[in-house]
């Protein structure tokens, strides 16, 4: 925009600085014309007197002294001044008793004739091209420098312009992708012309709106998140009043994982700003701690568990909890969207560039077409499984082989050990 803002002034400087100093230079190149021609007519009529009065000695004297070359052609047909022949316009003038100017070449020649009592003397004087054009070149050079200097002054003024506009607009630019980055309290600074302004004020209401309605939602889902204490609480006490002990260590565990999950809810939606922090945790013990909690449940629903683990730690970039809430996910889906008996197999490895691939395998019916999308189920539940997982993951493949069952594998990037 800067560029063509400037190009707009130097183009419109330049045309009128042409529709005016092509005119002015021809005027410089007339005027000049004017004034040699005028010089010439003053030679000559210093010498018509003396012509007209037959002074022939003070005529020879002033014909030869002039800067002008003259020529005074008598009526005998003698020359005196300058040695020159009877041009057309010499003859002419004499028939004709007529002053003339006539164009010899790129010269000019001005023939006057003079009658007197021995008959016309006709006085020539010849204007060279140099006289004509004299001072001409000198000042087109100053018009067209004059011309030089003033469009680098408009370009001048009109950067100085353009970046008056085009800062405010570099401003308003780099607010909206720190909006987009999620730094809610960036804000522009109104400057520049009054509409650049008013849509700086305009971005402003825009990202205080987005703040507010942003803050009004994180403090919903904790409303609603704690909510869920008050059945959590319950059911606690009624694990607690479970008669087998290890029955009711059990599910007092589960309720409270779950109980810390809607914790880490709570603070995280309340969070005004999400800060970005390496995270890291082994995928090997979250890994065989929750296929430990699933195995439960699957020995009382008859399925058969197969789990395929490394024996050392591998470290992945993805918090414990992220890891966990993704393979809960995989997991809760196989139970719910799988009947009674159903075998699956929970296998993790390291990946062949660094990292680890975790896969999810069970002998169902298959994962449904619409599963791939957020919020879509085929089974009646909230259908966001799936995509927690893939959140939680770098990268997220989903398969059916042919002889049925579904295949789900995430891969996470390598953590620090």
Known sequence: MRARLTLLVAATSVLLLLAFLVPLSVLVRQVAQDRALGRAGAVIQSIVPLAGAGDMQGLRLTASAQAVPVSVFLPDGTVVGEPSERTPGVRLAGSRNEALTVAVGDGRELVVPVVGAAGTTVIRAFVPPAELTRGVARAQGLLAGLGLVLVLLGLLVADRLARAITAPISQLSDVSH??????????????????????AGALNHLATRIQDLLATE???????????????????????SLRDPDESARVAAAADQVARAVTAVIQQTRQATVTKTTVSCDATAVVADRVAFWAVLAED??????????????????????????????????????????????????????????????????????????????????????????????SFETSSPGSGGAVIRLHFLAGTG
């Open 178 to 199: 720190r909006l987009a980055s999620a730094e809610l309290d960036a804000r522009a600074e109104p400057a520049g012309p009054p509409e650049l302004r008013e849509v």
């Open 218 to 240: 994180r403090e919903r889902v904790a409303d609603l998140s704690h909510r869920l204490r008050t059945p959590l609480t319950a059911l606690r006490l009624e694990a607690e």
């Open 301 to 394: 629903t008859g399925r058969a568990v197969q789990q395929d683990l490394p024996s050392t730690p591998l470290p992945v970039a993805v918090a414990a909890d992220d890891l966990a809430a993704a393979l809960d996910a995989l997991l809760g889906n196989v139970f719910a969207h799988t009947p009674d008996g159903t075998p699956f197999s929970v296998t993790l490895a390291a990946g062949p560039s660094g990292g680890a691939d975790l896969t999810v395998a069970d002998s169902g019916p298959g994962l449904p077409a619409e599963a791939a999308r957020r919020g879509a189920s085929g089974g009646g539940s909230t259908g966001l499984g799936l995509d927690i997982a893939r959140r939680a993951a770098a």
